[in-house]
């Protein structure tokens, strides 16, 4: 398990499905950079209506990055139906 500092990524994926990183948010890091390709992370996902996922997720390098999911506690008992927006 890899471990970064202030990572922060947007993405604008929607459903349950890995997130493809939008990249880093102004004052922090990128996943890829940061964690690195293949290396897995425990990741925090909130929306803007205060649901939130805590899981694990492998970091994969490529046009886009992305980040799997695998849920380990979240507000809704399951892996959150992102919806559009990012």
């Not at 990524?9 to 990183?21: C, D, F, I, K, Y």
């Not at 996902?45 to 994969?60: F, H, Q, R, S």
């Amino acid at each position: 398990m890899h471990y970064g500092d202030r990572v922060q990524e947007s993405s604008t994926t929607t459903g349950t499905g890995a997130l493809a990183l939008g990249g880093a948010t102004a004052g922090h890091l990128g996943f890829v950079p940061e964690i690195g390709d293949g290396q897995t992370c425990t990741y925090l996902i909130e929306t803007e209506g205060g649901a939130w996922e805590i899981g694990t997720g492998v970091v994969t390098d490529g046009a886009p990055a992305t980040l799997t999911r695998t849920l380990i506690k979240s507000s809704t008992g399951s892996l959150l139906d992102l919806p559009a927006g990012t």
